[in-house]
């Protein structure tokens, strides 16, 4: 097991058929650290609306991350748009986990960043949630269109993970304009703030990105790359990209290799 200072996780989406719960427990086995970040989407409140998939891995998630809270590595669960229902509980601690709006984290190093879901710099989801419902469910669509997909390519013997869901933010320009505005608005608060940087999630478009001199991080998500973030003790910020089938394929996979700043 490799020991970290912090993991940063966010958009588990525990609750819906898309969520790579098995993965993230691999992961999790591989890695401890002294505290752990969940920034947000990590239950989707949304999607349980409508229909619940609760595996029983996504139910070890929850009681992995249980126990070790128990055990004494501090765990923060920073809401999102998803799981907003819990931030009406901000301030509160359950299971020895705290809930809190935002956090200030500073590395080893002394660096200070801001970790927030990131859904306060997206404008379609402030300002119309419906618009960012039906988006939601068409990136579910491309999801599970993608598992099938994945199926074939392994039928066929092609090596490597593909994919959908990435492919189509770099190729619509519309997703490209709309990641760029994201880390744009991201890095503007923080600089407002007098911070080094943001650590959030929300977009699933995992990146480490320096910026005019401060860090845009992104932890990715769950359900398509499978992507955390991890502290060393030298305060080393590295983006894992977590044990996909094969290396991942090229030029149309999500930018996740490992990054560090």
């Not at 912090?6 to 002294?34: K, M, N, P, W």
């Not at 409508?50 to 029983?56: E, H, V």
């Not at 001199?213 to 060393?232: F, K, M, Q, R």
């Amino acid at each position: 097991m490799l020991k970290v200072r912090t993991v940063f996780l966010s958009d588990i989406h525990l609750g819906t058929r898309a969520c790579q719960a098995e993965r993230l427990l691999d992961f999790l086995r591989e890695y401890s650290a002294e505290q752990t970040y969940l920034i947000g989407d990590i239950v989707d409140f949304w999607a349980m609306s409508r229909s619940i998939c609760w595996t029983p891995a996504q139910n070890t998630v929850v009681q992995k991350l249980l126990r070790r809270a128990r055990q004494g590595e501090r765990i923060t669960f920073i809401p999102g748009n998803h799981d907003e229902a819990l931030r009406d509980y901000c301030g509160t601690v359950f299971g020895n986990i705290e809930l809190a709006l935002e956090w200030v984290h500073e590395t080893v190093d002394g660096r200070r960043f801001l970790l927030i879901h990131g859904d306060v710099f997206d404008q379609v989801t402030r300002h119309h949630r419906w618009v960012a419902v039906l988006g939601d469910q068409a990136y579910n669509l491309l999801v599970c269109i993608n598992t099938w997909l994945s199926w074939g390519r392994r039928k066929l013997g092609i090596a490597g993970y593909w994919s959908l869901a990435g492919y189509a933010k770099r190729k619509v320009k519309t997703a490209l304009n709309f990641i760029g505005d994201f880390e744009n608005s991201a890095l503007h608060h923080a600089r407002e703030r007098g911070l080094d940087g943001v650590i959030c999630g929300h977009i699933h478009w995992a990146m480490i990105r320096e910026i005019n001199g401060l860090s845009y991080i992104n932890c990715g998500d769950w359900v398509d790359s499978c992507t955390a973030i991890v502290e060393h003790f030298d305060g080393r910020l590295e983006l894992i990209a977590w044990s996909l089938p094969g290396p991942m394929s090229e030029p149309d996979a999500p930018d996740v290799q490992p990054v560090e700043v």
